[in-house]
């Protein structure tokens, strides 16, 4: 059967590196799996890999669509399976990398989530309700509707489980088989790299000090030139609506960019609870003091074993 490598972890751990000295070596394609990096027009606050980086080695599910077009975990899941099987048929290797847990979790465990649109009058109801009541109002009203869902769904972020609540009151048709999981056809090996955690906040200053110094600022002022609202879930990604505040000069660039470390920290703790929650079976490395190429020659160790 064939195996696909996966590496995760929360942001700023190092995951693109390693997936490029890897690739580079064994002539693998990356298929990214990060819920931001799908955006075009957002590279530097995403971290996406490098224009010469994508050029080296093909790299899949980066700039898919525009901020103000729909994406949801049913269309990645859909693209991320056909591209796994075309690379299967044509011999090559797979290594999926990203920090959205989400996609993770449902790529590796083959779940079933239907592609139901968005029914946006119910969607502004439930915004309404989480912005006065919180996430944990609308975790209540998932848990009444679909209790399967209300385990697998991210808890802190009302985003996703509003979209959950979309599903489980679309017509029964529409949601035919969903939390129903079917085992993939291939296998998986899970690297999972974890830093601790005051040196990975150290480590994201550093890289959001990097981010500011290369335009990320004007980046965001782009996007806003190009017309795309500061509203759209796009904009929830870590640091652009601090950002777009400062340019709206609703706040320094000083504050702007505290607060863009402050969610770079929690979205870190948010995605260290979901992968270790969930990562019994992982293969972890500590990337606290070790640089990539020795990391490279420990994943390369797990994934020899694993043939």
């Known amino acids: 059967m064939n195996r696909v490598t996966a590496i995760v972890g929360p942001t700023g751990t190092g995951k693109t590196a390693l ?32 224009s010469q980086e994508q050029a080296e080695t093909p790299h899949h599910l980066i700039d898919v669509i525009n901020p103000d077009d729909e994406f949801n975990l049913a269309l990645y899941l859909n693209e991320a399976r056909n591209i796994i099987n075309k690379l299967f048929a044509q011999g090559k290797e797979v290594i999926v990398v990203g920090g959205t847990g989400q996609y993770i979790s449902a790529l590796l465990e083959g779940w079933n989530v239907p ?22 109002a609308l975790l209540e009203e998932l848990r009444s509707l679909d209790p399967n869902a209300a385990k697998m769904v991210d808890h802190k972020n009302a985003r996703r489980i509003i979209r959950a609540i979309e599903i489980a009151k679309a017509p029964k048709g529409q949601r035919e088989n969903t939390g129903r999981k079917t085992d993939p056809p291939w296998e998986f090996t899970v690297i999972g790299l974890t830093i601790e955690r005051e040196n990975l906040y150290h480590r994201l200053d550093k890289r959001i000090n990097e981010m500011i110094e290369s335009g990320w600022v004007q980046e965001v002022e782009k996007l806003i030139e190009y017309g795309f609202s500061t509203n759209l879930p796009a904009f ?9 505040n400062h340019i709206q000069k609703l706040t320094s660039l000083e504050e702007a960019v505290t607060l863009t470390k402050y969610s770079h920290h929690k979205l870190a703790r ?21 640089d990539t190429p020795i990391l490279a020659d420990e994943a390369r160790s797990i994934i020899n074993n694993m043939e």
């Open 19 to 50: 997936a490029l000295a890897l690739a580079q070596r064994n002539h693998h394609e990356i298929i990214g799996a990060d819920s931001r990096q799908i955006y075009r027009h957002m590279d530097i606050g995403t971290a996406k890999p490098t």
């Open 115 to 136: 592609n139901v649109p968005p029914d946006f009058h119910l969607r502004k109801e439930l915004e309404q309700q989480a912005r006065i009541d919180g996430p944990e």
């Open 236 to 244: 929830s990604s870590a640091g652009y609506r601090e950002l777009a």
């Open 270 to 290: 948010r995605q260290a609870t979901w992968f270790r929650k969930r990562g019994q079976k992982f293969n972890w490395l500590d990337a606290t003091y070790k």
